[in-house]
């Protein structure tokens, strides 16, 4: 902390702890609508005991200070970062958003770029939290509580502790950190001060619990001993019982094993904003508003992240949006996102992207002058252990995600929509149809948009005796030589 005489700047803020981001963006309202230059601004955290008044100039009658939502969610992640310029930096970017209000979209940007590295760094620091916390039984009065030691790089116990909150909410349990704790009776969750590495039990009857979890739970696939590494840095080692099996485990592995789980679809990045949301309520949806303005795909496609049109996206990753030109002559609709374009957020990158893109370019058509996009935005699908099944959109999740679809079409007007398979025509006709039946057909909307039916690539893929896996595909193939005549007609 700096001193308050030492402080030159003309306003000083005192903030009531590192995590007080409340603290922080009143003050900076305060001070961006009094037009307060980011470099007069002193940013200090001090315990009450002695912490001055903040002396804050009042906010002007009916000003008010637009900046992107999503700079608060980007705001309030970087906020815990340890860099104790966060505060001013943050400012700083706030600053620049009142005239640069497309600043987060310049990736290249050095101050974009620093947040998006902090943002990073916590959601990463996050994410070993919830995986490498340990609970060691310690005895109270008779009953059961747990206590458990964890040094975090960031100031990251307050937006995680919900976390475990639903995770072990039957237990009464502690986790102790360096600046802060946090406690939870069975009831109600406490934020506490900090500790010392000597206030947590060492050893248990609780050890053997884990290190039998962990063997059982062994994956292969953690072979891969960079990635275990970095997944689990030595850092951590020290508070994992089940560290010492690691070399026994690996000695053990099996190879088919190894190959079988590296072919597996992924678990969700962990440390994904959307993960994070779920797990914190506190944090506020953004709006399902009809009041988009929106003049480009890309507009339109920022406004998309925060859609909750639909429940899907709580267990999504990300909004998965189309792709392409703004002004395609084509646009492609499929189902939904796959695993693997939920997790890139792209739309046909997966398995089924790639035979569409291959048919597509033995079609002659350049998939980088269509536009693709999904009947529906977010992943949809039933856990399977590690995995993550596909499950069909229902026509409700069909209905709601058409807002999109529809300004999609209004701001390309292409002259041409192809439905790939079944999902995608009811999107785009409004009603049910029977696209083996109608294949190859085109039907022309009221709007006087024509549709193409076809199927969806992901058919092809699920084919397995090679001779109609052929036939299929050269189908396919001919379809896609169709909608190229007919975006040149
Ligand atoms: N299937 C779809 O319908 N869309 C994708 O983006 C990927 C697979």
């Not at 502690?174 to 802060?180: F, S, V």
Request: hydrophobic share 40%; with cysteine; proline share 7%.
């Amino acid at each position: 902390m700096q001193p308050a005489e030492l402080d030159l700047t003309r306003y000083s803020v005192w903030l009531e702890g590192e995590t007080d981001f409340a603290g922080w963006r009143d003050a900076a309202r305060r001070l961006a609508l009094n037009e307060i230059r980011p470099e007069d601004i002193g940013w200090h955290v001090a315990a009450s005991s002695d912490r001055p008044q903040n002396d804050l100039p009042e906010v002007p009658r009916d000003a008010q200070l637009v900046v992107p939502r999503e700079f608060i969610d980007h705001a309030e992640t970087a906020f815990c970062h340890c860099d104790p310029g966060r505060f001013a930096f943050l400012y700083r970017m706030l600053w620049r958003l009142r005239t640069e209000p497309r600043l987060l979209a310049i990736a290249s940007d050095p101050d974009t770029r620093r947040l998006e590295t902090m943002e990073k760094a916590v959601r990463r620091d996050s994410h070993k939290m919830h995986a490498f916390v340990r609970f060691r039984k310690i005895a109270d009065g008779g009953e059961e509580r747990y206590a458990a030691w964890f040094e975090p790089d960031h100031f990251i116990v307050e937006r995680n502790a919900d976390f475990f909150v639903r995770r072990f909410t039957g237990m009464r349990w502690t986790i102790l950190t360096p600046y802060a704790s946090a406690d939870w009776d069975g009831e109600r969750l406490a934020i506490g001060p900090g500790a010392a590495k000597a206030d947590a039990p060492d050893q248990d009857d609780t050890e053997a619990l884990w290190r039998t979890y962990f063997e059982n739970i062994f994956n292969p696939a953690r072979l891969k001993v960079k990635a275990m590494q970095k997944e689990m840095p030595k850092k951590y080692w020290r508070n994992l019982p089940e560290a010492s099996l690691i070399p026994d485990l690996i000695a053990g592995a099996d190879k088919a094993a190894i190959e079988m789980i590296a072919r597996m679809p992924t678990t969700p990045a962990p440390h994904h904003a959307k993960v994070q949301a779920k797990h914190w309520p506190m944090r506020e949806p953004a709006e399902a508003t009809d009041e988009i303005s929106a003049e480009t795909i890309s507009e339109l496609r920022d406004a998309a992240k925060g859609c909750r049109r639909c429940p899907l996206w709580r267990d999504a990753t990300q909004t998965v949006f189309g792709e392409g030109p703004d002004n395609a002559k084509v646009v492609f609709v499929g189902e939904q996102p796959g695993d693997q374009e939920d997790l890139a957020g792209k739309p046909f990158v997966g398995p089924a992207g790639k035979v569409f893109d291959a048919i597509l370019d033995d079609a002659g058509v350049d998939r980088q002058k269509v536009y693709v996009t999904n009947a529906v935005k977010h992943f949809k699908f039933e856990p399977r252990g590690k995995r993550r099944i596909h499950s069909k959109p229902n026509a409700g999740e069909v209905q709601a995600c058409r807002w999109w679809i529809d300004r999609e079409f209004a701001l390309i007007k292409p002259e041409l929509a192809v439905a790939l398979g079944a999902t995608a025509a009811l999107s785009l006709l409004g009603k049910a149809i029977p696209v083996t039946k109608m294949r190859g057909q085109v039907v022309e909307r009221e709007d006087g948009l024509r549709v193409f039916i076809t199927i969806h690539p992901s058919f092809i893929l699920r084919i397995h005796e090679p001779s109609e896996k052929e036939a299929e595909r050269a189908r396919f193939l001919q379809d896609m030589r169709e909608v190229k005549r007919l975006m040149a007609a």
